[in-house]
């Protein structure tokens, strides 16, 4: 049984050691942590812009967009208005990585490499939507974040909750990519 359960953490948890990029994307959420990364990131000079996406998000109702939430923690943490791009029309993974990609092309941003900062049980499927509607010429790196949640690699699989989630992710993962498979092996 161990096999089956490193098998997923393999699949589902991704972390990739960190370069100097062009851009970090957030594909949206409500956890603040998500930008908190993101302005380390960039505070340590990763990347000169930060793109976070999302449109309403209900477990955020004081604002308008997750793109306004973790735009207003990472003015808070000292990241430049100028460093943080708008993406607030999304509604989920797909139209992130979507609308994501059309911003840095009206900016007119060069992206060879981009950091992808998501929650730890979303890298995989975050990754795969950014591959599928990026250019495969851009490098994706992923720099996964633990929220108060505390689902991580070494626990998903001790707590219900916890395996709920990171299985639903595997879920997710077979129903967004399926009708894509006959695109990619083109």
């Known amino acids: 049984m161990r096999q089956a359960i490193d098998g997923i953490t ?17 594909p949206g959420g409500s956890r603040r942590e998500l930008m908190e990364q993101a302005a380390k990131l960039y505070h340590e000079g990763l990347a000169k812009y930060i793109l976070p ?14 793109w306004q939430f973790l735009y207003d923690v990472g003015i808070e943490l000292g990241v430049s208005d100028e460093a943080i791009l708008k993406e607030d029309k999304a509604t989920h993974t797909f139209e992130n990585a ?14 060879d490499r981009v ?5 730890s049980f979303h890298a995989r499927r975050a990754y795969l939507t950014y591959k599928t509607a990026f250019p495969s010429s851009i490098e994706i790196l992923v720099s996964p974040i633990i929220d108060e949640r505390d689902i991580r690699k070494d ?4 707590d219900p909750d916890k395996t709920h989630r990171v299985m639903g992710e595997v879920i997710k993962i077979g129903k967004y990519f399926e009708k ?4 990619l092996v083109k």
């Open 10 to 26: 393999d699949f589902i948890f991704m972390e990739d050691k960190l370069r100097t990029s062009d851009i970090i994307l957030i």
């Open 53 to 66: 996406s999302g449109s309403y998000n209900k477990k955020i109702p004081k604002y308008k967009s997750e």
């Open 98 to 111: 979507k609308c994501s990609y059309d911003v840095i092309k009206q900016k007119g941003i060069k992206v």
């Open 115 to 119: 950091i992808l900062v998501c929650k």
């Open 155 to 158: 626990n998903w699989f001790l």
């Open 180 to 183: 894509h498979i006959p695109n």
